[in-house]
């Protein structure tokens, strides 16, 4: 398995290391499959400007500044600034803007605002990107504040409680003069008329909130409105898909899709997604569209992104064996009984590899995901559940003898119990936290699934992580056969424990809270769980160290039951002050004392906190009459290389 997923270190720089992924099986596929990934994947690159744009109003016309600085700069390219300058271009294309991709802070350039004035006079005019009558003195006087300045948009996504969400936040879901609490009276009033507050759209999903004439309007994302021209291509590569598409519930998958983007309907998404959920026969997948709301603070407006991939069979069954026994998980779970379902429906799971990685996938991207998000389309018609075998094989391969576990891990034995077990309980611990965790619960009936607000997705995400964290320890992963002894999960729960409480913090910078909400929710668990639970858990010095030490894992299992029973109660009834007083004393704040520790220690190993891909490159290849006859994958591509056809080929916005 590792060598067909042979992976290295491609480049390193500032906090992050790229790697690539091969993509195992795919010259197993027939031809008519290899071709419908091939237009699927191209379909996944087609949104990328789309996420730029979300992600800051300014960050289109900065990075084709950035690029054509990059090209033809004459000056010395050894040079201090312009090493500094290649390392910031380069953060800013893998997160998609001028914004970290998971701490939400402005990136502050190491070189001069005169050195890229300088850069900038450099260049053709017709690469700059001057808007109407502007001249280039006039664009640099614009943009460059944006690029120094640290108090111009600081934080792409700000959580920070007694702020305006809306006005601190540099995204672009909103209008620069649109204000939390208008915002939120706006999605309300809309709710409150729902045709079906049964089965409600995900109001807000799909659109920037603008004001025109002094009233708030939506500006749909829709073929003909905001982001139409990307959108168009997009609906010209799955239309090119459709007539190979494997069966016709895929088919149908893809009409509606495009019936979607042509119209910006609601409603429309709603029967599209039901319809994916429900096409589990083919051996190709893919996700397109408006999906995750990670990067609106008031978890309202969902980031573009693609993939495609496709079945492997082999891995599959563990995440098969999760789904086909997903009742028996929701029938004995520790939360009280009214938040359970009755009826599990349509859970599917499978891993895949993925073909393609794009929009808020790429370079950065899940190894996990299960769709829908709606929760009474979960609740009717089930969700699908996926983990991304060639890329967490890759993750694997690049820790493999970092030195992480002797800085971090207290003991001997249990670096060896983490070795051993590590890889496998990561694996379960994702599919049970993407096909159970998330699909488990229901909500009371006549909550608004946004009742929590900005700490929605912390909840969620808590929930999720506390379902997995509890099922691994059960007799029942041993009755399925997907552990192989009763020791195994304790890998997966020391490290859980070690990574909410010390070791994620080497991804913040020191004198910064956390922000982001994966991050939250594993601090919020590991923190309350040592606040409430010590003679389980404990942090405990050795030679000036700090370490985590489990004296009772049975304990600690109990202690995850009791916290899953109260999130899930939470998130069941909509219980906003409960949501806000476990995320905010639980996971926000950072002891100073022991981050500046933390990050020394990380510091002396000299290695990247985050890791993004380049993806393979695919090629296809046509006989006199312009039919595909194969398709060529390469995996040569530089990551500035990528970067700047991704720029070149795929600029829509």
């Excluded at 690049?398 to 207290?410: H, L, Q, W």
């Excluded at 909509?574 to 002891?591: F, H, K, M, P, S």
Aim: glycine share 6%.
């Amino acid at each position: 398995m590792a060598a067909e997923h042979f992976i290295y270190s491609d480049e390193r720089f500032a906090d992050l290391q790229m790697l690539r992924y091969r993509v195992p099986g795919f010259e197993r596929l027939t031809l008519r499959q290899q071709v419908l990934l091939y237009h699927l994947s191209e379909a996944a690159l087609w949104g990328r400007d789309i996420l730029w744009d979300q992600n800051c109003r300014y960050n289109l016309r900065i990075r084709r500044m950035l690029e054509a600085v990059y090209v033809q700069y004459k000056g010395e390219r050894e040079s201090d600034d312009f090493r500094a300058f290649d390392v910031y271009l380069k953060r800013v294309w893998f997160s998609n803007g001028i914004h970290h991709h998971y701490g939400s802070q402005k990136f502050q350039p190491a070189f001069s605002p005169t050195f890229l004035r300088e850069a900038v006079l450099m260049c053709d005019e017709s690469s700059l990107p001057l808007s109407a009558g502007q001249n280039v003195e006039a664009m640099m006087a614009e943009l460059f504040p944006v690029i120094f300045d640290p108090d111009v948009l600081p934080k792409r996504v700000n959580q920070a409680e007694g702020a305006d969400l809306l006005l601190t936040s540099a995204c672009n879901y909103y209008a620069p003069d649109v204000k939390q609490a208008e915002a939120e009276d706006f999605y309300a009033r809309m709710k409150a008329q729902a045709p079906d507050p049964e089965r409600p759209v995900m109001y807000g999903l799909n659109s920037t909130l603008i004001r025109r004439n002094g009233q708030l309007y939506e500006d749909v994302w829709r073929s003909g409105g905001r982001y139409g021209a990307a959108i168009d291509h997009i609906i010209a590569e799955l239309e090119a898909a459709l007539p190979i598409a494997e069966n016709e519930q895929q088919a149908a998958v893809i009409r509606r899709l495009v019936d979607f983007y042509r119209t910006g309907d609601l409603k429309t998404f709603d029967e599209y997604t039901i319809l994916w959920v429900n096409e589990t026969q083919g051996e190709v997948d893919f996700t397109n569209g408006f999906t995750e709301v990670y990067g609106d603070p008031l978890g309202l407006k969902a980031s573009w992104e693609g993939y495609a991939s496709f079945v492997d069979r082999e891995a599959t069954r563990r995440a098969a064996t999760l789904s086909e026994n997903a009742q028996w998980f929701e029938d004995h779970s520790p939360v009280d009984a009214r938040f359970r379902k009755e009826r599990v429906k349509g859970v599917s799971a499978k891993v895949i590899n993925a073909v393609i990685l794009g929009g808020d996938l790429y370079p950065s991207s899940a190894i996990g995901i299960n769709l829908p998000n709606s929760n009474w389309v979960r609740a009717e018609h089930g969700s699908k559940s996926v983990t991304i075998g060639n890329l967490t094989h890759a993750y694997d391969e690049a820790a493999k003898g970092n030195g992480f576990r002797e800085e971090f891990v207290i003991d001997a034995d249990t670096r060896e119990l983490i070795n051993r077990y590590g890889s496998l309980c990561d694996d379960l611990h994702t599919d049970l936290h993407e096909c159970l965790g998330h699909g488990s619960g229901r909500m009371l009936p006549g909550t608004d699934p946004d009742s929590l607000k900005a700490y929605g997705s912390t909840i969620e995400e808590a929930r999720a992580d506390l379902f997995a964290l509890y099922y691994l320890a059960d007799a029942k992963m041993l009755e399925l056969g997907l552990l192989p002894d009763a020791e195994a999960y304790k890998a997966q729960y020391y490290s859980y424990m070690m990574n909410g409480l010390l070791t994620q913090l080497v991804r913040i910078e020191l004198g910064h809270q956390i922000e982001e909400a994966h991050m939250r929710n594993r601090a919020l668990i590991a923190r309350w769980t040592l606040a409430h639970y010590s003679e389980a858990v404990s942090l405990e010095m050795c030679n000036g160290k700090t370490y985590v030490r489990v004296t009772d894992y049975g304990r600690l299992r109990e202690a995850f039951a009791a916290l899953l029973a109260e999130v899930q109660r939470i998130k069941s009834s909509g219980d906003y002050a409960a949501a806000r007083q476990l995320v905010e004393t639980y996971g926000v704040a950072i002891n100073p004392t022991l981050h500046a520790e933390v990050l020394q220690r990380y510091r002396r190993l000299d290695l990247a906190p985050y890791k993004g891909f380049i993806n393979p490159r695919y090629t296809p290849c046509r006989d006199e009459s312009g039919q595909i006859i194969s398709i060529h994958v390469d995996y040569d591509e530089s990551y500035a290389e990528q970067m700047l056809r991704y720029s070149r080929d795929y600029a829509t916005l």
